[in-house]
């Protein structure tokens, strides 16, 4: 019985946390700022590596992001940039999974309109014009 009492006072409170919470979206569209974490999602457009630079700028948008993630993720990243890459910051494009976070307050990244925090790399090749318009 108090096994069962303190599930269900866990559940409640797991409920009432999970009420609590909420997320702003982030419109890319209409280019509102990024205020709090989104949920993950499949992003198309062009990546930029480089000393101090580390930057995602989704298609069809103005906004440019921070890079982040794990160590693999980026490495993978920086390895397949400097393979395709002919000049020094040259936008490559890249589809991946990831969450879009707040800006920074400190650092390079806090130029930027946010972060994304990369999960997965899903294609990286060099950029073409009609890498966007392919995603209209």
């Known amino acids: 019985m108090k096994n069962l009492t303190a599930s269900i006072f866990v559940l409640f409170i797991s409920v009432l946390f999970q009420s609590c919470y909420s997320a702003d ?58 393979a395709l890459k002919v000049k020094p910051y040259q936008d490559v494009y890249v589809e991946i999974t990831a969450k879009l976070l707040a800006q920074s307050d400190d650092g390079f990244a806090a130029s930027y309109d ?16 009609v890498d966007c318009k392919l995603k209209n």
Do not use: M
Request: proline share 3%; hydrophobic share 30%; glycine share 6%.
């Open 25 to 82: 979206s982030v419109n890319l569209a209409n280019n509102s700022p990024t205020k709090n974490i989104t949920d993950q999602t499949v992003f198309f457009g062009h990546y930029t590596y480089g000393h101090e630079v580390n930057s995602f700028q989704p298609c069809l948008s103005d906004k440019l992001f921070w890079v982040e993630g794990d160590n693999k993720s980026l490495e993978q990243l920086e390895k397949s940039y400097n």
């Open 114 to 129: 946010g972060n994304i925090y990369v999960n997965q790399i899903i294609k990286i090749r060099k950029k073409s014009k």
